[in-house]
């Protein structure tokens, strides 16, 4: 099963509309959203839950008062001032480091997991779809990544593809969205900072030898610097596989929860296809390198 992630250096740039759109026209497929700080495909794609469960993905300090004799050791040691002048935890400054419970001679400090996040998978008309949702304020949004990827390889079967909508930016959820995939496209748009992150983005994938496409979504807002974005591809080779124009009605379809493949648009339709079939034909050339 090719893996392909559509990531942006920025969020907003419309890579969840062409994943959404894809979803739609794509055959023999499974999808992933690891945007899972906040995810928006499961808006678009209607399905039935087959699993949810939470996600423990930190630990946190628990201590017990029947064995804490309030000697401030631990209190002196966290540096993140988690325990208060009553020898009580708080949660939201706990890092879950340990080392209060290294300095306690009581052993009345002890690490537990607490929840962070919630994963899903759901059967839809689209394919097996796996996505999860980070907890307000929690850490490890890269381990839920990969949490969201596992689920896919638990439930594939003969699929041909995975469609993932990964996550904008270059940290660490980008990192856990590319890492061991096929291919990677790049969603951008012709604005400076767009093309300042789509370069930041680009240089994530080569970091970590993963091909790259490049699509530029509504091009025609400004030619010139569409121009300046497709040199700098081709300077260094990454093929711009699309470009898709600006449209004021995808913005109403989207209202209606609709993609512009449900909204009967015909001229993105017809761009969003041959963005694929240029996709399909450069991972067949990748094969034979």
């Given at each position: 099963?090719?893996?392909?992630?559509?990531?942006?250096?920025?969020?907003?740039?419309?890579?969840?509309?062409?994943?959404?759109?894809?979803?739609?026209?794509?055959?023999?497929?499974?999808?992933?959203?690891?945007?899972?700080?906040?995810?928006?495909?499961?808006?678009?794609?209607?399905?039935?839950?087959?699993?949810?469960?939470?996600?423990?993905?930190?630990?946190?300090?628990?201590?017990?008062?029947?064995?804490?004799?309030?000697?401030?050791?631990?209190?002196?040691?966290?540096?993140?001032?988690?325990?208060?002048e009553?020898?009580?935890?708080?949660?939201?400054?706990?890092?879950?480091?340990?080392?209060c419970?290294?300095?306690?001679?009581?052993?009345?400090?002890?690490?537990?997991?607490?929840?962070?996040?919630?994963?899903?998978?759901?059967?839809?008309?689209?394919?097996?779809?796996?996505?999860?949702?980070?907890?307000?304020?929690?850490?490890?949004?890269?381990?839920?990544?990969?949490?969201?990827?596992?689920?896919?390889?638990?439930?594939?079967?003969?699929?041909?593809?995975?469609?993932?909508?990964?996550?904008?930016?270059?940290?660490?959820?980008?990192?856990?969205?590319?890492?061991?995939?096929?291919?990677?496209?790049?969603?951008?748009?012709?604005?400076?900072s767009?093309?300042?992150?789509?370069?930041?983005?680009l240089?994530?994938?080569?970091?970590?030898?993963?091909?790259?496409?490049?699509?530029i979504?509504?091009?025609?807002?400004?030619?010139?610097l569409?121009?300046?974005?497709?040199?700098?591809?081709?300077?260094?080779?990454?093929?711009?596989i699309?470009?898709?124009?600006?449209?004021?009605?995808?913005?109403?379809?989207?209202?209606?929860?609709?993609t512009?493949?449900?909204?009967?648009?015909?001229?993105?339709?017809?761009?969003?296809?041959?963005?694929?079939?240029?996709?399909?034909?450069?991972?067949?050339?990748?094969?034979?390198?």
């Amino acid at each position: 099963m090719k893996q392909i992630v559509f990531i942006s250096g920025k969020g907003g740039t419309g890579k969840s509309t062409l994943v959404s759109s894809l979803s739609i026209l794509v055959q023999n497929k499974m999808l992933a959203d690891c945007d899972v700080e906040a995810p928006n495909l499961h808006i678009l794609i209607e399905g039935k839950t087959l699993k949810k469960d939470d996600y423990y993905g930190a630990k946190e300090a628990v201590i017990d008062p029947s064995l804490c004799v309030k000697c401030g050791l631990c209190r002196e040691t966290c540096r993140f001032g988690a325990i208060n002048e009553e020898f009580k935890l708080i949660p939201m400054k706990c890092e879950g480091c340990g080392a209060c419970t290294l300095v306690c001679s009581q052993k009345a400090i002890r690490l537990e997991e607490v929840k962070t996040g919630e994963t899903s998978i759901c059967s839809t008309p689209r394919g097996t779809f796996s996505h999860a949702l980070l907890d307000i304020g929690a850490e490890g949004s890269g381990r839920l990544v990969t949490e969201v990827r596992e689920y896919v390889n638990k439930y594939k079967k003969d699929e041909e593809w995975l469609i993932v909508d990964g996550s904008p930016g270059i940290g660490c959820t980008v990192i856990a969205s590319i890492t061991g995939t096929d291919v990677v496209v790049v969603v951008s748009e012709p604005t400076k900072s767009g093309q300042s992150d789509l370069e930041r983005v680009l240089g994530v994938a080569r970091h970590f030898g993963i091909p790259a496409f490049v699509c530029i979504n509504k091009y025609d807002l400004n030619p010139e610097l569409t121009l300046e974005i497709e040199a700098f591809c081709e300077r260094n080779g990454y093929p711009v596989i699309g470009k898709i124009p600006f449209d004021p009605s995808i913005v109403k379809a989207l209202q209606e929860f609709k993609t512009p493949i449900e909204a009967g648009n015909e001229r993105i339709t017809k761009e969003i296809k041959n963005l694929w079939e240029r996709l399909v034909e450069e991972i067949k050339k990748l094969e034979t390198v």
